[in-house]
C-alpha cells in the first residue's frame, strides 16, 4: 500500500473489556513496531517483529498486551481488560531494512479510550 | 541505558526568524540519528537522519541538523520558519547493541508565530 495504515482510528472501550489494533504495514516491509503516545510524553516502545526472527517483546508492559504478525505483513496487537492508563494513542511503523541508518514509516495511529 | 533528550517541551519562533530545536543523547556506540514531525492527529513523518560523513544532513522541507559528537547533540535546525512549521518534533537514536528499536525523545511542540 502507499503507507502504513492502521485501524481503528479511534476506539472507545469499558474497562475490563479486550481490544484490538491493527497495523498493514508498507508492502515489502519487513520490519514491524509498535510505540505507545501517552499525553505529555515520548514514545514508548512496545514490539518489534522482523520477519520470522522471534520478536522483541522487551517493551510489552504487562502480559495483558500481546501481538501477533501473520504471514510476515499484518500485525495485531491486542489489549485484554483493558484499564484505564492503557488510554494513549497506539502507533504502528514499518521500515524496509534492519539496517541502522534505515528509517521507518508511521502510520495514522489508533487513539484508544478506556472509560 | 540508551537515551534521548529534549530539553525543549515548547519552542517558540517568529514567521522568518532561523528555529533550532534541541536534542541530546547518550549512548555506548555509534549513534544513528533521526528527526520526526508530528502534526495534529496525524503520525510522525520522517524528516532526517544522520548515518555516518557530514556533520549536517539537510532533509524534507528545508530543515537540517547537525551532529556534534562532542556534544553528543543533534539539534534540529531552519534558517527561517513557516506558520506551517507549527508541529510537534521527534528526536530518535537507534544503536547497535543487538535492538532495532527506535529511542525517542519527548517531544518538542514548535510554535511559529505570524
Known amino acids: 500500500g502507499a503507507g502504513v495504515s492502521q485501524s481503528p482510528s479511534n476506539k472507545v472501550t469499558e474497562k475490563g473489556k479486550d481490544v484490538e489494533l491493527r497495523c498493514d504495514p508498507i508492502s515489502g516491509h519487513t520490519a514491524l513496531y509498535w510505540y505507545r503516545q501517552s499525553l505529555g510524553q515520548g514514545l514508548e516502545f512496545l514490539i518489534y517483529?522482523?520477519?520470522?526472527?522471534?520478536?522483541?517483546k522487551s517493551g510489552l508492559p504487562s502480559d495483558r498486551f500481546s501481538a501477533e504478525r501473520t504471514g510476515g505483513s499484518v500485525s495485531t496487537l491486542t489489549i485484554q481488560r483493558t484499564q484505564q492508563e492503557d488510554s494513549a494513542v497506539y502507533l504502528c511503523a514499518s521500515s524496509s531494512m534492519t539496517g541502522l541508518g534505515t528509517e521507518a514509516f508511521f502510520g495514522q495511529g489508533t487513539r484508544l479510550t478506556v472509560v | 541505558a540508551q537515551s534521548v533528550a529534549q530539553p525543549e517541551d515548547q519552542v517558540n519562533v517568529a514567521e522568518g526568524n532561523p528555529l533550532t530545536v534541541k536534542c541530546t543523547y547518550s549512548?555506548?556506540?555509534?549513534?544513528?540519528l533521526f528527526w520526526y514531525v508530528q502534526y495534529p492527529n496525524r503520525g510522525l513523518q520522517f524528516l532526517l537522519k544522520?548515518?555516518?560523513?557530514?556533520?549536517l544532513v539537510k532533509g524534507s522541507y528545508g530543515f537540517e541538523a547537525e551532529f556534534n559528537k562532542s556534544q553528543t547533540s543533534f539539534h534540529l535546525k531552519k534558517p527561517s520558519a513557516l506558520v506551517s512549521d507549527s508541529a510537534l518534533y521527534f528526536c530518535?537514536?537507534?544503536?547497535?547493541?543487538?535492538?532495532?528499536?527506535?529511542?525517542f525523545g519527548t517531544g518538542t511542540r514548535l510554535k511559529v508565530l505570524a
Open positions: 517483529f522482523q520477519g520470522n526472527s522471534a520478536p522483541d
Open positions: 544522520y548515518i555516518t560523513g557530514d556533520n
Open positions: 549512548v555506548s556506540g555509534n549513534p544513528y
Open positions: 530518535a537514536v537507534r544503536v547497535g547493541d543487538g535492538t532495532y528499536k527506535y529511542i
